[in-house]
């Protein structure tokens, strides 16, 4: 009984030290192993066993992005201006051997070095420059993080300013100002709006006046129009009357020469015909040769008849 208890109880033991040595490393960590203290092996993403007793686990490495936000850190620009900046920096662990074995405390040496490296840029800006210019200095500290952490197997993704924090009177100054250039843009924009309104109103003007003459323009042409109307239409009364007053007087000659009438007679009425055509407006009437003589007849006749 009692051999079979402390067989039991060997088995449990080389389960227990078995289980130990087997290791499963989830998806984005990697293990560093050591073998008697020196470094053996890094294991990536699956089931890994090491020995018992020789080998350890060093250090569990996450290999996803990580995001380290420092706290505020006083630096002074180039016109001697005091302010604190804190920054936000986005680092990712590339190669675990040299984030196990290339520095202490990574978190702690880039807190330190974002800081000198924060202080170097902006010690050569001046405090308008350090307001304006974030996505300056973001590049530049990217750039000298990711140089200086390349040893320890970090690499700096981006590095982002969080807050700058100006002294308070630095802060009423700005306020002034921000106050003083929002009056400055709202007299310019009334400004801007007044004259605007001017010119829509003269343009206004203008157009009425464009309007009031096309207007005038047509009713000149609607005038003179009419006018031409009415004359064309009295012209062609006055011409039908000359030709039913015509064609009266053919007629008349017509029924006198197919009543007998003879030559003397005809030609009367043709001077007759003559005189009412002429109305009394015509300054000059051609007459026949062959009425004239009549004309002259009839003239002497009336001449005889006054003498008696």
Not at 60 to 66: A, D, N, P, Y
Not at 109 to 132: C, H, M, P, S, V
Not at 171 to 178: G, L, S, T, V
Not at 184 to 197: C, V
Request: aromatic residues 4%; contains cysteine.
């Amino acid at each position: 009984m009692g051999p079979l208890i402390g067989l039991l109880i060997l088995l449990v033991i080389i389960l227990l030290v078995l289980s130990s040595c087997v290791k499963i490393v989830p998806q984005a960590n990697a293990v560093i192993v050591e073998r008697l203290g020196a470094y053996l092996a890094t294991w990536s993403v699956g089931l890994h066993v090491k020995m018992p007793f020789i080998d350890r686990v060093a250090k569990r490495v996450i290999l996803k992005e990580q995001v380290v936000d420092f706290p505020p850190q006083p630096v002074i620009t180039k016109d001697n201006v005091t302010m604190k900046i804190d920054t936000v920096v986005f680092f990712q662990i590339t190669d675990p051997k040299l984030y196990t074995y290339g520095v202490e405390n990574p978190i702690m040496a880039i807190e330190n070095l974002t800081a000198t490296t924060l202080r170097n840029i902006i010690g050569d800006l001046e405090l308008d420059q350090t307001l304006t210019s974030r996505e300056t200095i973001n590049t530049k500290m990217r750039s000298a993080l990711d140089v200086a952490t390349d040893p320890w197997g970090i690499k700096v993704n981006r590095v982002e300013l969080k807050n700058i924090i100006p002294p308070a009177a630095i802060q009423d100054a700005m306020e002034k100002q921000m106050k003083a250039e929002r009056e400055r843009r709202e007299s310019i924009l009334r400004a801007e709006g007044e004259k605007r309104s001017t010119i829509l109103v003269a343009e206004g003007k203008k157009q009425s006046a464009i309007l009031d003459a096309e207007a005038d323009k047509e009713s000149a042409i609607l005038r003179a129009e009419a006018e031409k109307e009415k004359r064309i239409r009295e012209a062609e009364g006055q011409a039908e009357a000359i030709i039913k007053i015509q064609q009266a007087t053919a007629d008349g000659i017509r029924f006198i020469k197919e009543a007998g009438a003879d030559d003397a007679v005809l030609q009367l009425k043709s001077l007759e015909a003559f005189a009412k055509a002429a109305d009394g407006k015509a300054t000059k009437i051609i007459i026949p040769s062959e009425i004239q003589g009549l004309a002259g007849l009839v003239r002497s006749v009336a001449e005889v008849a006054k003498e008696e």
